[in-house]
């Protein structure tokens, strides 16, 4: 089975969301096959029929595709391999070479020898009809006794195998009981059709969580059983929250197009998730496709548990969206805008080389593609609330609106609306009236944006134009003088 040509996959099963970690195991496997010119593969283990769903499928290939994570041949079903009776006929062969055998446990006995193992502190071993002779099994399915059917485990000694990313791994075969590979009713159980899967597929390296150790253990004992050549195992550590519990959707943890719809690119979950575990020998913390693809190995995963942390993450998006053409950014933001009621694509298409300039003014501050609609609404909207700290820090009752009156008035005799003439009068007024110019920058960007941080006052004043920002000074003179502050908030 294993040729000189790397094959590895990913094999989510489509009973919830892909989360971060699932799409981790994606990113490892891709690159080792793209960095080798090997084969990355996909298998959809459909199998759980109340809890595989069609629209979890779509979520995935929807997530890999939009990561960039490009499968190389058809996707395979495990269902549709189950309904060719892809598996059976292994079972019957290793029935045959009485390496497996029929297993006849009715549930209330099972249970009842379990438990008198646990009271008596003694690990369970279900083997009562291991050895059974077939004519005794033959009696049991005339009297129509249903059956399981299980693999033969060495009884002494210790398994081993050795893991890419932790080196040799061991465990008693006491500690291992015989593996039921196909269930009562006919079909194969988890382990069993995973190594046949991967045999057909012809996989050469199984890269997955280490939740699935126990399963190695299982798997390789069913390749030596068939007499197949073993691919080599690499399982990577878990990927834990801040506070060292395991990501989850119910605790908030998003899956993977959650974060395409708060605004993130796909470049850069995929470089940081990629570095969740994984490093490249180096600092480097921004690596390109082609980058992670040169420096990929397997030898470079730490076996510990790595921290999801979303401040890096987002970190890491905000300098892939500075380094963007604001024209390719424009098209990126503007479904948001749209989305937030702040415009149509009609008027950006008209607008276009105005909105690059408003898209250019916010690059330094957003690290989201959603944070160009929370901290630049106001480029779009006349009206808007005023920032509660903001107000009671700058609209003071007592003298701000005669500051703003005489800005406005300033503002009047302004033919040439630029940045620079605007911080002429701004200042030129600040000396007249012998006040320090925070005094008048203040309030003057609270009255035209809302907001107390943002870009710099004269690019937003210059990219409002002279009749807006007027209108929005005049509405804060009102507000101001109507005296209906927010309360102050208690410390």
């Known amino acids: 089975m294993v040729s000189g040509e790397i094959r590895v996959r990913i094999a989510p099963s489509p009973t919830g969301y892909f989360h971060v970690g699932t799409a981790r195991t994606a990113i490892y496997n891709w690159l080792l096959a793209r960095k080798h010119s090997g084969k990355f593969l996909l298998r959809i283990e459909d199998t759980d029929r ?53 297993c006849f446990y009715e549930p ?48 002494e000694g210790e398994a081993v195998f050795h893991d890419e990313v932790s080196g040799d791994v061991r465990r ?53 059983a068939l007499g197949w050549e073993i691919p080599k195992f690499a399982h990577l550590p878990m990927i834990l929250r801040p506070d060292r519990s395991k990501v989850s959707k119910r605790k908030g943890d998003k899956g993977v197009t959650e974060y395409r719809t708060d605004g993130y690119l796909p470049q850069a979950l995929l470089n940081y998730a990629a570095l969740v575990g994984w490093s490249p020998k180096d600092d480097r913390e921004k690596m390109s496709i082609d980058e992670m693809i040169e420096s990929f190995s397997l030898d470079g995963i730490n076996p510990n548990n790595a921290i999801f942390d979303i401040e890096k993450l987002n970190w890491l998006n905000g300098e892939y969206l ?49 944070e160009y609609v929370e901290l630049g609404h106001y480029f779009f909207r006349s009206e808007f609330d005023y920032d509660a700290k903001g107000v009671r820090k700058h609209f003071k009752a007592d003298g701000t609106a005669g500051l703003l009156q005489s800005v406005l008035d300033d503002f009047e005799g302004v033919s040439r609306w630029n940045k620079d003439t605007l911080e002429k009068v701004i200042r030129d007024l600040a000396d007249k009236l012998e006040i ?53 908030e208690d410390n």
């Not at 079909?187 to 199984?206: G, K, L, Q, R, S």
């Open 172 to 224: 008693s075969y006491d500690d291992l009981d015989d593996l039921i590979i196909m269930k009562s009713d006919g079909n194969p159980i988890y382990n069993f059709a995973v190594v046949v899967d991967d045999h057909d597929m012809e996989i050469t390296h199984v890269i997955r969580g280490n939740d699935h150790i126990t399963n190695t253990f299982y798997q390789i004992e069913i390749y030596k």
């Open 436 to 488: 320090k110019p925070a005094k008048l920058i203040h309030p003057t960007r609270l009255a035209v944006s809302g907001m107390t941080k943002g870009p710099g006052l004269f690019d937003i004043l210059e990219l409002l134009g002279k009749t807006e920002v007027q209108n929005r000074i005049n509405r804060a003179i009102e507000y101001i003088e109507k005296g209906e502050f927010p309360e102050q």
């Open 322 to 370: 500075r380094e963007m053409d604001s024209n390719k950014l424009v098209d990126m933001v503007s479904p948001y805008l749209i989305e937030a009621g702040l415009t149509t694509i009609y008027w950006i298409e008209t607008n276009w080389h105005w909105t690059v300039r408003v898209i250019d003014s916010l690059k330094d501050r957003c690290r989201l593609l959603t």
């Open 108 to 155: 209330d006995e099972l249970k009842a020898e379990r438990d008198k193992a646990r009271k008596e502190k003694r690990n369970f071993k279900a083997r009562k009809y291991r050895d059974i002779s077939p004519d005794e099994a033959e009696r049991y399915m005339k009297e129509g006794r249903s059956f399981t059917v299980r693999l033969k485990l060495p009884t």
């Open 50 to 102: 109340e809890r595989s769903k069609k629209e979890y499928v779509d979520i995935i290939l929807d997530g890999l595709k939009w990561l960039g994570l490009d499968w190389d041949e058809d996707i395979v079903y495990q269902s549709k391999r189950i309904a060719e009776n892809s598996y059976r006929p292994h079972i019957d062969r290793l029935l045959e070479e009485g390496k497996a055998y029929r």
